[in-house]
């Protein structure tokens, strides 16, 4: 079943869609999009790659969202609740991989998002002449099964940008509220004051349906949106820090590499 036109995916066209991906467990599925598709929330048995060119994308899990930079890739083990949110600058490279091995290696059944190397660039660039099913008496499987292979040896260090997420629906006007106000100097007292709640009860909610403090949220989302202004502007990090509320590059530097484990230099290196 294949897809043409760039859109927001419907629940059917959706399900057909992922079952053709699953039909043969033992095959490998590729596919390479030049243009923007939302599929909502869904699963597949295959794990699956992606690979986000330009741009950036987030892929929302059921208890948190992850934040895919250009040059990054992410793996979603099969049996994972998700869904991907691509913007119309993001060139995305999926390929999906049978599960019969899946138990040989831990990293196949966590989740990740990684820096990606030159080694499987150019694989991927190269994947690029197959379409749909790839399967193991074709010759174009072997060197398939060979980027799956390489990925627990690539993959090392995972970026660790991840906001948690809630179905809690009290919840939601507040992680809007601060969204768009991530450039204000917000605090509790303040976001509780335009939405209504208690300061006391506004942080009981944090801590019951996200596990975290308003703070630390702040701190996460700041990071996201630095990541976003890395991606979309040409705002210099001194820039970008200012822009955040951070009174320095340095105060800036110390939270990014607390949070990331690089400092904000070097990870914006690799997104060029």
Do not use: C
């Not at 869904?83 to 490279?93: I, N």
């Amino acid at each position: 079943m294949l897809i043409h036109s760039s859109q927001n995916i419907d629940a059917v066209t959706a399900e057909n869609f992922f079952r053709d991906i699953d039909k043969h467990p033992e095959s490998v599925y590729v596919i390479n999009w030049k243009t923007e598709r939302n599929f909502p929330n869904h699963s597949h048995k295959k794990g699956q790659l992606i690979y986000i060119e330009g741009g950036i994308a987030y892929i929302h899990l059921t208890d948190k969202t992850l934040v895919i930079p250009a040059r990054h890739y992410v793996w979603i083990p099969g049996g994972m609740m998700h869904f991907v949110e691509m913007h119309k600058s993001a060139v995305t490279r999926t390929v999906y991989f049978y599960w019969h091995d899946d138990d040989s290696n831990p990293f196949y059944t966590k989740g990740g998002i990684y820096p990606i190397n030159n080694l499987l660039l150019q694989m991927l660039i190269y994947s690029e002449r197959w379409n749909g099913d790839v399967h193991p008496d074709e010759q174009a499987f072997h060197f398939l099964a060979g980027i799956k292979a390489i990925l627990p040896e690539i993959s090392k260090k995972a970026l660790p940008v991840a906001l948690p997420t809630t179905d809690n629906s009290r919840m939601h006007p507040v992680l809007d509220y601060i969204n768009e106000n991530a450039f204000e100097p917000l605090t509790l007292s303040s976001v509780s004051e335009e939405t209504g709640f208690s300061e006391r009860t506004l942080s009981r909610l944090f801590q019951s349906t996200l596990h975290t403090s308003f703070l630390q949220y702040f701190k996460l989302l700041k990071m996201v949106k630095s990541i976003e202004l890395m991606l979309q502007t040409d705002m210099s990090m001194s820039e970008i820090a200012y822009k955040l509320g951070y009174n320095s590059l340095s105060a800036f530097s110390a939270i990014f590499y607390q949070l990331t484990n690089i400092r904000p230099s070097e990870f914006a290196k690799q997104l060029r």
